[in-house]
Each structure stands twice: as C-alpha cells, then as structure tokens.
C-alpha cells in the first residue's frame, strides 16, 4: 500500500505532535510531560531462521514506551513496513490507550519486519519462537514485565506459540500463561478476546451517534440503524466491526481490501463478501458491486461513516479532501497523517480517535491477564449461585402475585452470565464511560478543539497524577 519509511517517521511525529497539542491544556511541567513522551526502552533484534535450504536474518523490535505502570502491554505486528519509528509510535499509542480505558499497564509494542504470506505456517512459528526467546534472553516478556498481545498480522495461533515457549522457558512461573493475551481459549486465552477491538470500535462509536447535538451538527440523525458505512481492511479488527454494525441496523456500502474495494449502495452482506474472498481470492467481482481496482479509492465514496481497520497513514493531505464521510471511526492504528486530521477537523468531520476507538482489544486483554492470575475462569463462582437466587425470586413473584411468568420468561430471567457475558458487559461499559470522559473534556475544557486532543488531555491528566504520585520528582 505504497507506506514509505518517510510515513513511518511521520507517524512517530504524529504522534508527538498530537501529545504536545494537548499538553498545553494539562498543568503538568515540563519535566514530567517529557518523562511521559519518552520511549523508555527499546530493543532491536536481528536473528537467524532457517527457511527451506536458506537461512535468513529476520529483524525484530519490542519497545517498552511508559514503565509508569507495569507490565508494558501491547501488540506484536508482522509487516513488511515494521520498523523502529513505526514501533515506537504504536507502543507510545498504547500508553495513551491504556490510561484512557482505565487499564493499568504501560505501553508497549513489537514488530516483526516480515511479509507473512510469504512463509509456511511452519516457518511462522520458527520465527515466533525464536523471536519469543529474544525476548526472554533481554528481559522484554512476563506476566510482571511485559504482555504481548496480536495486532495487524498475528492473531491467537502465534500467541499460542508464543505462550508455549515463555512456559517452557520459565517452567517453575505458575503465572506463565499471563505473559501474553489473546490466546486460543484452550491456551488461556479468555472468551470475547477475539472480536474485542471491533466489537469495542462498534460499541464506542455507537456512543458517539447517541449524542442529539453532536448528531445534529453532522447533519445526521442518533443511532446505528440506516447508517451507511465503509470498512477498510476485513481483518480482525475491520471484520467483526462491520459484523456487528450490520446487525444492528446499518448498511455495509462498501468493503475494502489491500487488492481491490467494493461498493453497492444498497448494502452489502460481509459474511457473503469474506465467502466470496474466500472463493476468488479478493473480495472484487463480487455480485451487484461496482469494483474499485484501486483500494485507496473506496475511502472517498459517499457513506455516513468511514471505519480505517488496516493500517497507518491512508488518509493523507493528498486524499483527505475528497473523503464524504460525516464520521471516521480509527479502528487502526494512527490511519489519519496529523495533516489530513487538520483538514478534515476544519471540514467539520467528527474523527472518533484510535487511542480511545481500538481499545475493546486492549480492555479485554487485561480482562483475560486478570483471569490467568486468578486462575479461575470468569462465572465460574457465581454462575449457578445466581441462578438459584433468581428463581427463588420468581417463585416468591409468582406465588405473591398468584400470576405465572411464562417458561420463556423463567429461563430468560433465570440465565446466571457465562464468561462471555461478563466480558462483554464489561467491555461495554469501558467504551460508554470512557467516550463520556473524553467527550466531557471536549465539550468543558476550553480550547480544545477535536476528540484526539480531548482523548490526549485524558490519558496526560492520569499518567501525570500517577508520576507525581510515584515521588520521582523530588
Ligand atoms: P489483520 O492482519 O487481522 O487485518 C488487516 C486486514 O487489512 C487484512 O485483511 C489485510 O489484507 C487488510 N489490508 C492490508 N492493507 C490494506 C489496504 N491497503 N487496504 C485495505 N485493506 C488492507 O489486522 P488487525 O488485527 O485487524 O489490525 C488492523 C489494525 O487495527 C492495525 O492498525 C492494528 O494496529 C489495529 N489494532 C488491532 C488490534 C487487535 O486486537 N488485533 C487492537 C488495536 C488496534
């Protein structure tokens, strides 16, 4: 998708840029908002892997952005465009996240500089494991230290490796399996995880759209339903976003893949589209579509609300004019160049930002870390407990009242919350009440001009009360 190294830089700067806007609303000094920018480690691997008869030098990072909280917590990529300043922005990003949602971990990322289409999967875990153990050797792993998760290019099956060497590294850590989240559920991993950043994308921008004034002032009306909407990258994150937005109520007008877009105004089914990629391998010809050969085309088709879920810096000076959307909602990480952020801002677009948008992954990640340290699974203590209460209730309802609630009604009521219930639920309220905080900080702090700076100002105000309060600054 033609991202230079030069767009990396910027993206790093970006980032720093964004930092600097909001601080001037902070009342931190200037020492402990440069502690608070700072990246405080960083490692560079280089190792060697033996592919088919050849060996290669794989390069790899891990950087540790705030230790102000501990572990570091934080993705692990697999791109061809991996590099140092690209790590450090998205580590830095995570930092910024964690503190918004209320999750007490510093920030941290890894890349891996890899295109992994090109591997077996036999290979892909070489690689992991190996870079797993560099990560052992240099101190950058462990439940107390450091907690990979996925990101762009990984998911639960190289978590899973990665969880298997940590442990057999570390075979007397009876805490072993919280050295990375995201896992397959039979590894550790926690029920929600998977759907988590897209289900966290939907819930939060759901929010933003429950707001009338906001709502008015795009020219919309509240609510999910009839709205039209285009998702970029069918991914993790971009697929069970524009899952849960199709069910409840809006239109997929268009899809959007790194080798061609789609576009039907009268709405599109994703399970249909990703069976249809499946088949042809893209998602272009598919039924009633017009095609777009060139991805980066489909961002400036007419929609309600446009969902960035692939990669960084799509949305630049030179095509952030010509985007129609009234909402974008950054699903991935840093998708808008702090320039094309100033000229949508002036075009009145409401940018739901990145370090609040994507954090149902990070929120659930924590959720499943806590269940690894208790060791137990969540509902597993007050399931039946709550069950039995709720029908005594009834009977005491039904014989007080000498009305009988229905047999659907019973089980219905009856149902004690299951793992996946808990974490939804909490998932859930993370976004609602996050969304309100920084909402409220750009509708009271005076000057601040757009969501990203107000989310900024949020995740500065408590990291800098929890530097203050660490003593470091005597
Ligand atoms: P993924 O690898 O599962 O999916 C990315 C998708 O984007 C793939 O289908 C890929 O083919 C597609 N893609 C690549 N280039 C594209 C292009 N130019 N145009 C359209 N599509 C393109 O990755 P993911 O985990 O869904 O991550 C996507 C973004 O979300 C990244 O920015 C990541 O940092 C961010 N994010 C992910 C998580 C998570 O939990 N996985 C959490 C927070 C943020």
């Known amino acids: 998708m033609g991202i230079t190294n030069t767009a990396n830089n910027s993206f790093f700067e970006s980032v720093q840029r964004n930092f600097d806007k909001a601080a001037q609303f902070t009342r931190f000094d200037h020492g402990i908002l440069a502690q608070i920018k700072a990246c405080n480690s960083i490692l560079r691997v280089k190792f060697p892997v033996k592919i088919g008869e050849s060996i290669e030098v794989i390069e790899a990072y891990r950087v540790q952005h705030s230790h102000h909280k501990l572990p570091c917590k934080g993705g692990i990529r697999f791109s061809m465009e991996v590099d140092q300043e690209e790590v450090m922005a998205l580590a830095a990003l995570m930092t910024y996240k964690c503190a918004i949602v209320n999750v007490p971990f510093g920030g941290g990322k890894g890349g891996i500089k890899i295109d992994s289409r090109k591997y077996s999967d036999f290979e892909l875990e070489k690689i992991t494991r190996r870079y797993t153990s560099e990560l052992c050797k240099k101190n950058f792993i462990g439940p107390g230290i450091d907690v ?6 990984t998911g639960a099956r190289e978590m899973s490796w990665i969880v298997d060497t940590y442990s057999s590294l ?8 919280a050295c990375v989240t995201g896992k397959p559920v039979s590894q550790g991993g926690v029920r929600g995880r998977t759907e988590a950043t897209g289900l966290g994308v939907f819930f939060g921008v759901r ?21 039209r909407i285009i998702v970029q990258g069918l991914g993790n994150v971009g697929y069970h976003a524009a899952k849960y937005f199709q069910e409840a109520g809006a239109k997929l007008v268009g899809l959007i893949e790194y080798n061609g877009a789609i576009y039907d105004e009268n709405g599109l089914d994703v399970d249909q589209v990703q069976a249809h990629r499946q088949a042809t391998g893209g998602i ?19 929609c309600d609300i446009l969902i960035p879920a692939a990669l960084e810096s799509v949305i630049h000076k030179d095509n952030a004019d010509r985007i129609q959307a009234k909402i974008i909602g950054e699903a991935a990480n840093g998708p808008l160049t702090s320039e094309a952020d100033v000229i949508l801002n002036n075009k009145g677009i409401l940018v739901i930002p990145d370090i609040y948008l994507n954090a ?3 929120t659930v990640s924590y959720f499943e870390w806590l269940k690894n340290l208790s060791h137990v699974r969540y509902g597993r203590l007050e399931k039946r407990f ?12 039904e014989s007080t009242t000498g009305k009988r609630v229905s047999d659907l009604e019973r089980k219905t009521i009856l149902r004690g919350p299951d793992e996946i219930d808990l974490v939804h639920s909490g998932l859930e309220d993370t976004m609602i009440g996050s969304y309100r905080e920084i909402r409220d900080i750009y509708k009271n702090r005076e000057g601040v001009e757009d969501l990203r700076t107000a989310a900024f100002i949020c995740a500065i105000d408590k990291i800098g009360v929890a530097y203050e309060e660490l003593g470091i600054f005597p």
């Not at 570390?170 to 399996?177: E, K, L, T, V």
């Not at 429950?210 to 009839?226: C, P, R, V, Y």
């Not at 598919?286 to 961002?299: H, K, Q, R, V, W």
């Open 148 to 153: 990979p998760a996925p990101d762009y290019g």
């Open 170 to 177: 570390n075979p007397n850590n009876i805490d072993a399996q």
């Open 207 to 227: 929010e933003a759209c429950s707001f009338q004034e906001d709502m008015e002032k795009l020219e919309l009306t509240t609510g999910i339903a009839g709205k």
């Open 386 to 397: 709550e069950e039995n209460m709720y029908n005594e209730l009834i009977d005491i309802i």
């Open 284 to 302: 272009l010809n598919y039924p009633g579509a017009i095609n777009f050969s060139d991805p980066a085309e489909g961002l400036e088709q007419p």
């Open 360 to 362: 149902g992954g990070v």
